[in-house]
């Protein structure tokens, strides 16, 4: 059994050793063949300058030459003007002078003045519409009844008086909006007890052709001391 074995392994290296020794005589020849068919081969190239063609300037331009002036074509020799035979002119026979009456002239007729003429007036334009009646608000009416505005207990103790002219706005429906001084009486205590007082006043609205109309109105509150 041992022997089989060693046979085999013999075989197997004779026959790997065949192939790698073939491989390489195949290889190195091949490449030594390979070696000796390439052969670098130099190319001589040479370039020939082909003679340029000789370019002749261009002739020059001749000069024109100067106009020749046309001769003068000689004038005509005036002809002579035959001149009229005179003709005996005849004496002209004076006939009888035959005086008419002469007739003085007659005066004339008096002119008669013409009228200017006059233009007729243009037509007066319409007259402008009336403005329309504005009635004021009212603070007085008797069904309003709008108490005093309260004297400031410390402005009697000081003595402060005066008169406070209050600007107001009075709606459509106679309530006031916004109140402020338009005159102070100088006095600032004197001048806010007038403003909040107008302020809850009942008023009669203002109008403008009979209908009733929101606008400002001036109220005047007098403190005097008693």
Do not use: C
């Not at 004779?14 to 063949?33: I, N």
């Not at 233009?119 to 007085?140: D, G, Q, T």
């Not at 402060?160 to 006031?176: L, P, S, W, Y």
């Amino acid at each position: 059994m041992p022997n089989r074995l060693h046979r085999r392994l013999a075989i197997v290296l004779a026959v790997v050793a065949f192939h790698v020794g073939a491989l390489w005589a195949l290889q190195s020849g091949l490449l030594k063949r390979a070696v000796e068919l390439v052969i670098p081969v130099q190319v001589m190239a040479e370039l020939i300058e082909l003679p340029q063609p000789r370019i002749e300037p261009p002739a020059p331009t001749p000069a024109p030459a100067p106009p020749v002036a046309a001769p003068t074509p000689p004038r005509p020799r005036p002809q002579p003007v035959p001149q009229p035979v005179p003709q005996p002119v005849a004496t002209p026979t004076p006939a009888p002078s035959t005086l008419a009456p002469v007739v003085p002239p007659s005066p004339p007729a008096p002119s008669t003045p013409t009228e200017p003429v006059v233009a007729a007036a243009p037509p007066s334009p319409p007259a402008p519409p009336a403005p329309p009646r504005i009635e004021l608000p009212s603070s007085s009416a008797d069904y309003l009844n709008n108490p005093r505005p309260p004297y400031p207990p410390l402005s009697k103790r000081l003595g402060e008086q005066g008169k406070v002219v209050v600007r107001v706005f009075i709606e459509a429906d106679g309530t006031a909006s916004r109140a402020e001084v338009r005159t102070s009486s100088g006095f600032e205590r004197l001048d806010q007890t007038a403003v909040q007082t107008v302020l809850r006043w009942r008023y009669v609205p203002g109008k403008r052709a009979g209908v009733p109309e929101a606008m400002w109105f001036n109220v005047p509150i007098n403190f005097v001391l008693e």
